[in-house]
């Protein structure tokens, strides 16, 4: 913060969101975000049409949540939402004069966190919700669908904040959040142990295990461990990303 100018914090966070969610506006990333909210709710329609003959309805929420949801719909949501404001700003300039202004750098990086954030968790557990509508009707068998509803609020915004990061710190923000989410967690985490430790899916369903009474994978990453690991991510992210606001590399960021 400059000495001797007032920051209008709340001022500011309006017109960043404002900012976002003119560059969320598009139609491709529109079209891809109904994709990803729909796909499960296609599969959870498909599930109540063949009645008594699907199964289990918490075996099928189960598979679908951490699955569809948690596997894919939730870190592509963040995905789309973190990369897409920093990238398109760096492209026509709006960044450069967002850090002319007496905003400090660390505010535009925990607003955009924040806005990516909500939004991501806000849909996500729309899905969610209309998934578990669609399979079980209005019970929540086992308490999965508000266990998972939490488990996708928390995985929101943690990937949030990791793909803001990489908007900031590197060229090419899709493809590596892609990478990370398809290779290291959709791949790797499932076949080393060890690397659960460091992939927000496994903390997401680290949160969810507890909070409901039906199977879930064993061997998870605590709850104190996730969340204590999200912060610190969250934190990492807005005071790196808030220096690297200093000296922007213009029409270079999360390309």
Not at 37 to 60: H, K, N, W
Request: charged fraction near 10%; glycine fraction near 10%.
């Amino acid at each position: 913060m400059r000495s001797g100018l007032r920051v209008n914090w709340l001022g500011s966070a309006r017109v960043l969101v404002r900012l976002a969610w003119a560059r969320t506006g598009g139609t491709l990333l529109v079209t891809g975000l109904v994709v990803l909210l729909l796909l499960p709710m296609v599969f959870a329609m498909i599930f109540a049409s063949r009645g008594s003959l699907s199964g289990d309805p918490v075996e099928f929420l189960v598979r679908s949540y951490d699955s569809l949801l948690g596997g894919m719909a939730t870190p592509l949501i963040a995905l789309l939402l973190g990369t897409s404001a920093f990238s398109a700003e760096s492209e026509d300039g709006t960044l450069l004069y967002l850090v002319t202004t007496t905003t400090p750098r660390w505010w535009i990086v925990l607003v955009r966190v924040c806005f990516a954030a909500v939004l991501t968790g806000a849909l996500s557990a729309l899905a969610v919700w209309g998934t578990g509508t669609l399979a079980a009707g209005s019970s929540d068998p086992e308490g999965v669908t508000t266990a998972y509803t939490v488990s996708v609020f928390f995985g929101g915004f943690t990937y949030a904040a990791l793909f803001t990061a990489l908007a900031l710190f590197t060229r090419r923000a899709l493809v590596s959040g892609l990478v990370y989410v398809l290779f290291w967690e959709g791949a790797l985490s499932d076949l080393f142990p060890a690397l659960q430790y460091l992939s927000v899916r496994q903390w997401m369903r680290g949160i969810a295990a507890p909070l409901t009474t039906a199977d879930t994978p064993a061997d998870l990453p605590s709850v104190t461990y996730a969340l204590v690991a999200a912060s610190l991510l969250v934190l990492i992210t807005v005071y790196a990303g808030g220096r690297k606001l200093h000296a922007p590399r213009i029409s270079r960021m999360g390309t």
